[in-house]
């Protein structure tokens, strides 16, 4: 029973990133942009047709879906393992949470529109930084804790001697 409430931390990752890409959809056209802090941050709607940052849009749209279908059902399921495992931490449980609910949500959305919504838009003086959205903040923050979460277990393990 446990384990199902722990259900509540993707569906919710996955209900925050529908819902805020639903009312960017509803509120701006594409290319179109709302600031929200002058010179720093703002709202911008995009489509992303290809993977991360963009890459992989000289595949054709057919081997494309194929390609993110596949990458998308292989880390469902072993994302989805490892959060439903008994001995499962609750550090790594809250990382995989994260990972299903940004990828469930990237996924929707390449179903629905054969493309990744993104709307964050953030400008550091010069450098402007890739438009993104809350199912890739979710998935970051995820890999990192998880990350995290591995290098502080590796160094918790006792060292052997080689003979």
Do not use: C, Q
Request: proline share 2%; net charge positive.
């Amino acid at each position: 029973m446990r384990r199902l409430l722990w259900l509540l931390l993707p569906i919710g990752a996955l209900v925050a990133d529908l819902g805020s890409k639903a009312w960017i959809l509803k509120n701006l056209g594409e290319s179109e942009s709302l600031t929200v802090i002058k010179g720093f941050f703002y709202l911008t709607l995009g489509f992303n047709r290809g993977a991360i940052f963009g890459s992989l849009t000289w595949m054709p749209p057919t081997v494309r879906f194929i390609v993110f279908a596949l990458a998308g059902v292989a880390a469902l399921v072993y994302f989805g393992r490892l959060f439903l495992a008994r001995d499962t931490s609750t550090w790594e449980r809250v990382a995989m949470g994260l990972i299903l609910g940004g990828a469930l949500g990237n996924g929707i959305d390449r179903i629905l529109r054969g493309a990744v919504v993104d709307f964050l838009d953030f400008v550091f003086g010069s450098w402007h930084y890739w438009t993104f959205n809350l199912a890739d903040s979710f998935i970051l923050v995820g890999a990192i804790l998880y990350g995290l979460r591995m290098l502080l277990v590796a160094r918790a393990e006792p060292k052997t001697k080689e003979n």
